[in-house]
C-alpha cells in the first residue's frame, strides 16, 4: 500500500490543524520535510507516543514550527507506521505542507482511507469501523453513547458470540451429514430446536432496538399542525433560535415542509413546520397540505397549534383531519396567542371553542416564548425512550438492520425446519445463511463495492 496522507481536522482556519500520515514510508516522508530542534532526534529514530518540536522549510523559508508525534505499527489507528504533525491552523500553511508530502511520495488519501486501512489491518472490525463515523456526526449525549459502545466492540461482542452458537449448531448438522448413512444422530431435534430459539430471541431484540437507535441517531420526528397564522413559524423560528421559516400575518406563508434538528436536553428532535390546514381553492397551497399530511404519518409526535384569538368555523375540519391520524402517535394540544387572553377569555375558550380537543393542553406564547419550557418537558415526556446506558447494544445503522433482519428470516427458517423434520441439509443451509448476513454486518464476509459504500461517507482524514 501507498503511504497517504490528509489534513484531518475540520476544515478551515483555526488555532491549529493536524496532518496525519501512515504507511510503511510514513518516517522516512516525514523526515524529508521536518527538521527537528537541536536537542530532538528524526522522526524515524523517535520512540512510539513521543512527540518532536521542530521546523518545517519550504526550500530555504520557514514554513512553520510544529510537533510531530509518532505512533509505531502495529499498535496505532492504522496498524500502520504513523506521523501526526501539528501546525498552525492557517489553511496555507496546510496545504503548503500537503503539497511538499506529496512532492516527497505522498498520496493524499480518499474519504475514509484511514479507517478503511484500520479494518484491513484488523484493528477493529466493519461494524466498529462503521461507527468512527457515527462518533464524529453525533450530535446528542444519547446518540454519543450508541456510537461508543459500537466503536467499542459491545454490538461486535454480541454478534461474535451469536456466530459462536451458529457454528456450533451447524457444525452438529453436518456432522449428521457425514455419518448420514449410519443414521447417527449427533444432537436431538429438542436441543437444537432450543439453540434455534434462543438465537432467534437475540436477533429479534436487536432487530427491534433498530426503532430506538434510528430515532436517537437520527431524531425524533415532531411535526407542528394547525390552521394558518396559528404561530407554528414563530415556534420553530423560537426553538431554533433563528429565523428559519417565514413569519408573516398574510395566510398560507407557509407551503412546504421546513425541517431542523433540535437539542433539548440531550435528545434530537427532527421538527418539521408544515403548510396551515384550511379549506382553500389554491391549488399551490393544497399541495403544501397534502404535505402536511404526508408529513403527520411519518411523524412519531404531532404538535397541534391552535390560535386563541379567533374562533375558526374551520377548526372541526382541522380537528377532523388530524385527530383520525395521530391515533398511534403521541399528540400535543398547543394553545398559541395566550399573551392577547385574559383568564377568563381562557376559561370561555374551553368551555366553548374547544370541546371536541382532547383536555390535556400546553397554553403558550410562542412571540413572547412564554411556557415554551412546558411544551419542551412535554416532548421528553412524549419521545418515551428508554434510558440508554454505555452497555446497552443498539442497532442504528441501517445496513446492520436490513442483515440482522435477513438473518432473523435466516434463523427462522431452520427453526421451523427443525419441528417440520426437514433433512438436515436445508437446515444447514439456513443456518449458513444466517451466519453470512451476521458476517456481512463485522465485514467477515464483504466486496470492494460495499467498503467503497461505506468509507466514501467518511470525510477526508478520517
Known sequence: MST???????PGTGGIAVIR????EAFALTDQIFQPNKQAIPVKKQLAYTLSYGKIYKGDELLDEVVAAVFRAPNSFTGEDTVEI????????QQEILRLLVEKGCTLARPGEFTQRAFLNRKMDLSQAEAVADVIASSSAAAHRLAMNQMRGGFSHELMLLRTQLVDFVSLIELELDFGEEDVE??????LSALASQIETVLIRLVESFKVGNVIKNGIPVVIVGETNAGKSTLLNHLLNEEKAIVSDIHGTTRDAIEDIINIQGMMFRFIDT????????AIENLGIERTFQKIDQAAIVIWMIDTTHYSKEIEFIADQIIPRTQSKKLLIVINKIDKLTPEEQAVLDEEFLPYVPSERIYLSAKYKTNTDMLEKALLKAADLPEIN?????VSNLRHYEALSYALEAIRRAAKGLQTGLPSDFISQDIRECMHYLGEITGEITTDEVLGNIFGRFCIGK
Request: hydrophobic share 30%; proline share 0%; with cysteine.
Open 390 to 394: 454505555g452497555q446497552d447494544v443498539i
Open 86 to 93: 501539528t501546525c498552525h491552523g492557517s489553511t496555507y500553511i
Open 186 to 191: 449427533f444432537a436431538d431435534r429438542s436441543r
Open 275 to 282: 403548510a396551515g390546514i384550511r379549506d382553500t381553492s389554491d
Open 4 to 10: 497517504i496522507c490528509a489534513i484531518s481536522t475540520a
Open 21 to 24: 500520515i501512515s504507511g510503511k
